[in-house]
Nanobody, 111 residues
Framework: QAQLAESGGGLVQAGGSLRLSCAASGSISRLSPMGWYRQAPGKQREWVATITYGGTTNYADSVKGRFTISRDNAKRTSYLRMNSLKPEDTAVYYC?????WGQGTQVTVSS
């Protein structure tokens, strides 16, 4: 059974940091890019960052310079390191790969 499982969300003060993890299992291709998305209350889900199997990364302008995506191919896990967090980063963060989605993890940034 294909599954993506996120972890690492929580409550943090503005300016703080968090690291999210996303572990893939089952039939999800280990060669597929892995991406992070987020959805704030009342807003549409938006793309945050993507990393290819080879390590090429891309970021949304809103997080460039503050967030870092990485992956451990042996562990089939993607990470999203989030620094200098702002209240507007508050959202449910989802990982996606090979057309599968995780359940999401809540990130709340207090001002």
């Amino acid at each position: 059974q294909a599954q993506l499982a996120e972890s690492g969300g929580g409550l943090v003060q503005a300016g703080g940091s968090l690291r999210l993890s996303c572990a893939a299992s089952g039939s999800i291709s280990r060669l597929s890019p892995m991406g992070w998305y987020r959805q704030a209350p009342g807003k549409q889900r938006e793309w945050v960052a993507t990393i290819t199997y080879g390590g090429t990364t891309n970021y949304a302008d809103s997080v460039k310079g503050r967030f870092t995506i990485s992956r451990d191919n042996a562990k089939r896990t993607s990470y999203l390191r989030m620094n200098s967090l702002k209240p507007e980063d508050t959202a449910v963060y989802y990982c996606s790969s090979n057309n599968y989605w995780g359940q999401g993890t809540q990130v709340t940034v207090s001002s």
